[in-house]
Nanobody
Framework: QVRVAESGGGSVQAGGSLRLSCKPSGIDYVLINCFGWFRQAPGKEREGVATICTGGGSTAYSDSVKGRFTVSEDTSVNTVYLKMNSLKPEDAGMYYC???????????????WGQGTQVTVSS
C-alpha cells in the first residue's frame, strides 16, 4: 500500500522559515513521476504551491510562493522537501504532499496523498 508521510510543520513568526519533508513508502521511488505540495486553510480550497518531478526534473511554483519556497529532492533518502522562507500569515494551513503523473499545481491528477502537516504563522 502506498503511503505518503509529511513532517516538519510547526509554528513560526512571520518572516521565519520551515522545512517540510515528504517521504513515500510502499512504492519504488523510481516509479514516482512527480510530487506536489498543496496547502489548505480553513474554509478555503486546496491550493497547489509547488511541484517537482523526480530525477532532477522540472519544478513549478504558485505565484504566491515563488521566490520564497524551494522544492527539492534527496534521492539518497527518497525524500522531497519544501523549504519555506519569509513566511507570511497567509501561508498558514495544512500542507499536503501528493504523488502524481505530471508537474501540475491542481490536485485532481494526484493519486496518493499524505495526512498533512500543520503550519502556523503568527504576525
Amino acid at each position: 500500500q502506498v503511503r505518503v508521510a509529511e513532517s516538519g510543520g510547526g509554528s513560526v513568526q512571520a518572516g521565519g522559515s520551515l522545512r517540510l519533508s515528504c517521504k513515500p513508502s510502499g512504492i519504488d521511488y523510481v516509479l514516482i513521476n512527480c510530487f506536489g505540495w498543496f496547502r489548505q486553510a480553513p474554509g478555503k480550497e486546496r491550493e497547489g504551491v509547488a511541484t517537482i518531478c523526480t530525477g532532477g526534473g522540472s519544478t513549478a511554483y504558485s505565484d504566491s510562493v515563488k521566490g520564497r519556497f524551494t522544492v527539492s529532492e534527496d534521492t539518497s533518502v527518497n525524500t522531497v522537501y519544501l523549504k519555506m522562507n519569509s513566511l507570511k500569515p497567509e501561508d498558514a494551513g495544512m500542507y499536503y504532499c501528493a504523488l502524481g503523473p505530471a508537474p501540475v499545481l491542481i490536485p485532481g491528477p494526484y493519486n496518493h496523498w499524505g495526512q498533512g502537516t500543520q503550519v502556523t504563522v503568527s504576525s
